[in-house]
């Protein structure tokens, strides 16, 4: 599914990220652990194109990421990032949006139930979105990651603002979706003490499970 070969990047002189190889396969559940700042987050941004490796390549369903493949690759992911901008406008406004994009036609559109799921109030819908708490945005972010319907989910510190029993929910909805990727940036134990998971070390370049 997705195949880091090689990778070195570095920002401003700097090494971030120095001769790492990583494959992700098909359907699998992978947490990418290591400390804050050691450039966990850039990895998620090459399949994406947002960045690209000073050497090495990036492979996506076999198909090098570049230039002229990186828009369809990226209409094949949802990512969630820590830190979450929904942009203007209430939430309901936000939710027909995504709902007419062209690319989601095929896509149905469950966002009440899934905010109910989340524990979020239906009233939030005539909330502007700059009203929201960090916790309601990071919950808001999800519910439209799912929406878009896509096959594969990058979780950056996702659960970082929730409480533990919405941790819980955030993780076992995802890490119950047996037809989807997951790839999930985080060092919170809801993640990686769960058995579905396995878990790379991004320092250490190695699988610890």
Same mark, same amino acid.
């Given at each position: /599914? &997705? ?11 700097? %090494?971030?990220?120095? %001769? ?5 396969? =098909?359907?699998?559940?992978?947490? &990418? ?24 390549? *990036? ?13 369809? &690759?990226?209409?094949?992911? +949802? #990512? ?5 901008? !929904? ?15 062209? +690319? ?6 469950? +966002?009440?139930?899934? /905010? ?23 919950? /808001?972010?999800?519910? &439209?990651?799912?929406?878009? =319907?896509?096959? *594969? ?6 659960? +970082? ?6 941790? %819980?929910? *955030?993780?076992?909805?995802? !890490? ?5 990727? #997951? ?6 134990? *809801? ?19």
């Amino acid at each position: /599914m &997705i195949s880091f070969e090689n990778i070195h990047l570095s920002f401003d002189g700097k %090494n971030v990220i120095q %001769n790492l190889s990583l494959k992700i396969n =098909n359907g699998e559940k992978v947490v &990418i652990s290591g400390k804050s700042g050691s450039g966990k987050s850039s990895l998620l941004s090459l399949p994406l194109g947002f960045v690209r490796p000073d050497r090495g390549q *990036v492979f996506f369903d076999g198909i090098p990421v570049n230039e002229k493949t990186v828009w369809d &690759i990226r209409k094949k992911i +949802a #990512c969630i990032d820590q830190d979450v901008s !929904l942009g203007d406008g209430t939430v309901q406004e936000l939710l027909d949006f995504v709902s007419d994009l062209k +690319a989601n036609t095929h896509s149905v559109f469950n +966002a009440k139930n899934l /905010m109910e799921f989340f524990h979020l109030d239906i009233d939030l819908l005539q909330n502007s979105l700059k009203e929201l708490s960090g916790g309601e945005r990071q919950r /808001m972010a999800i519910v &439209i990651a799912i929406l878009l =319907n896509r096959d *594969v989910f990058f979780l950056d510190e996702v659960t +970082a603002s929730l409480d533990k029993h919405l941790k %819980n929910k *955030v993780a076992d909805y995802f !890490l119950s979706k047996e037809d989807c990727t #997951c790839v999930i940036v985080s060092h919170d134990p *809801v993640w990686l003490d769960n058995s579905v998971v396995r878990v790379f070390d991004f320092e250490e370049k190695k699988w610890k499970h």
